[in-house]
Structures are given as C-alpha cells and as structure tokens.
C-alpha cells in the first residue's frame, strides 16, 4: 500500500508521524510523508491553499492509495487535494487537537462527511467524536507508540539527587500540568525530588510558574526543570525515577506515560485521556480522578513507600507498552483505518 500521511507546520508529534512511517515501511508498505512549507507566506488561508495546490500537483503525479491527515488543519488540505483523484483520507486529531475545541467542534462534521474514516487517539476521543455525529462504522483508535528497544529497564541511568525518592514527569504544550497538584505532593511527602523533563523549546515556558509555586510553598530546592535533548537522554532520566508522575488536566495520546512505562516505572496519574486507556489501574499503576489532590498525593505516598509493589507495577507496565503500543502494533491498527478507508471508496463507487 502506498500512504501519504500529511501534516500541517503548526501540528505536534512529528517524531510519532517518523516512528509510524518507519514501522509502516518496515511492514513492506511505500510511505510519503508531506509537510507545510514553514517558509509559506501570506495569512493563514492562503498558506492552507498553497498547501493544498501542493498537495493537489503531487498527487497529480503520482497517486497514493490513501491519506493519513494528522489534525484537522492537514485534513482540511488533504481533502481538498483527494477530491479530484478519488483518493480515501484517513483523518486523525493528533496531540494538538481537541475535538472539544469550538473551532474543532463545527469543522468535524464536514472532516467526518469528507473523510473516508476517522481515527481518535483514545476511546474518550472516540466518544467525543461519536456525540458529534461520527458514524461508528466509520471511526477507530489508531493510539501513540513507544521505541521498545530505546525505552528499556535495563540502560545508562541519570544521576539522582539528594533526595531519597525521585519523581519525573514530561511537559508539553498538549499536556497541561496540575502545578497545584504537583506542589502540593512535594510538600506532603517529605524526602522526594520531582524533576520535570521538557523539550528545549519548551524549558522557559514550562519553568517559570512551577518554579514560583514551588519556591513559595518552600520546596523550591525539591522541584528541578531538567531540559532533555533527545530519546537516550530522556530514558536514563526516567530509569533514575522510582515512579512516574502524571497530574495532568488533558493528554491525548499518553505518549511520555507510554515511555516511562516502557522503561518499567510505575505511574500515577490522573484519569484523563488516553492514560484511562493505557495505565491499568492498580496493575501498571494508579489513576484519581483530574483535580483530587489529596488521592494523588496518597496514592503517590503509597507507590514510593512501597517499592517492592512499584517493581511489581513497573514490570507490569514494561509489559503492556511493548504489547499494545510497540509501533508495530500501533501500524497494524492503522493499516485496519487504511483498509476501512479504501472499503468505503470501493463501496461508493461499486
């Protein structure tokens, strides 16, 4: 099968788009990977119609079989651009897109009519998607991956603090962080260091707040904003963790969650997202309810004094990532969106 999956200049998770791309081709399929033009000129329409004109000329030349958008704003191109050749489109709402969004919200009902199949990033998503008016028959989880072979338990492992317990989460921009949540479990579990991994772009942004909060509640020596540069980097920061902390407000792929599982940390989380989809609770972990401070704190409490539960956990967890979410797995359940994609056009035009 031949797949263009196109994305937008403004759309996350580009490094998940090469590891779907590498395990697509590794399974013996041709993949195209199209990308805006970041230099593009001109207001926001007349970037998305320079795309699509793009996107329209390659095609013209050489046809895919289907398309994989992955926001609305690549969907919103990609369509156009299918529509004259007859080609199936898959649309996906990656990390930066919530379908609850109000702009998101009038466009899915014209990306549903248009596309072939829709896929949502966990089954809350694919819920959304529905009550909008989403035909089920036409609608999948195609989930977030993780490098099993990078993102191991055994592996170089970061330097640890003074502290006697280390928690270690990730931020980004479609992860927002319950600071509040987080300031306050430092505070009431004495003896721990919370290190906070983020992308170079995105250390000053995710610092300074966190840090004020911090600082004022008198745990400021306790809370470190650690840049990481790349994979190998950030797997020797969470093997240093004794467990993964997670209390975010919204994560829709679970992507970070799915790393530090796969290198055999046990999670606390909340229960928002796809992390109702990939933390088991009480096997790989512990999910609250988003907002109840005082369970998280406890069930926080709980993991890192008692470790030999943790291993137990993390081990569990180690197993459920390279299981469900290898990338392998991940391309299988897209190929299942392609195949549905391409039945529907075989259906209309039979």
Avoid at 187 to 200: F, G, L, Q, R
Avoid at 204 to 231: F, I, K, W
Wanted: with cysteine.
């Amino acid at each position: 099968m031949h797949v263009a999956i196109v994305l937008a200049e403004a759309d996350s998770g580009r490094a998940s788009t090469i590891e779907l791309s590498n395990a697509l081709t590794a399974a013996g399929h041709e993949v195209e990977v199209f990308g805006a033009d970041a230099a593009t000129r001109g207001t926001a329409q007349d970037d998305l119609a320079a795309y699509t004109a793009g996107l329209r000329e390659a095609w013209g030349l050489r046809t895919p079989d289907v398309v994989h958008a992955q926001s609305w704003l690549s969907g919103m191109a990609a369509l156009s651009a299918a529509h004259g050749p007859g080609i199936p489109v898959v649309q996906s709402f990656g990390a930066g897109t919530d379908p609850r969004n109000a702009e998101v919200r009038k466009l899915v009902p014209v990306l549903a009519r248009r596309a072939g199949w829709m896929a949502a990033s966990n089954t809350a998503q694919l819920l959304e998607l529905l009550n909008m008016g989403c035909a089920r028959s036409r609608l999948s989880v195609i989930p977030a991956g993780v490098d099993r072979t990078l993102f191991t338990p055994p592996g170089p492992v970061a330097p640890g603090g003074a502290a006697r317990h280390r928690v270690v989460s990730m931020w980004s921009p479609s992860t927002p962080v319950d600071q509040a949540m987080m300031v306050t479990t430092l505070t009431a579990i004495p003896d721990t260091e919370w290190v906070v991994a983020v992308d170079p772009v995105d250390a000053e942004a995710a610092g300074s707040t966190v840090r004020t909060m911090a600082e004022a509640a008198g745990v400021g020596d306790r809370l470190t904003v650690q840049q990481v540069d790349d994979g190998h980097q950030l797997a020797a920061l969470l093997r240093s963790a004794d467990a993964y902390g997670c209390p975010v407000t919204a994560d829709p792929t679970g992507f970070a969650t799915l790393r530090a599982m796969s290198c055999g940390i046990p999670v606390v989380g909340t229960a928002v997202g796809a992390l109702v989809d990939i933390v088991v609770d009480d096997v790989t972990g512990w999910l609250v309810p988003a907002g109840e401070t005082l369970k998280f704190v406890d069930a926080m409490r709980r993991l890192l004094h008692e470790p030999f539960a943790g291993r137990g956990m993390g081990g569990a967890g180690r197993d459920r990532a390279c299981s469900r979410y290898s990338w392998e797995r991940v391309a299988t359940d897209a190929l299942r969106a392609y195949t549905g994609a391409l039945d529907q056009v075989r259906a209309v035009t039979a």
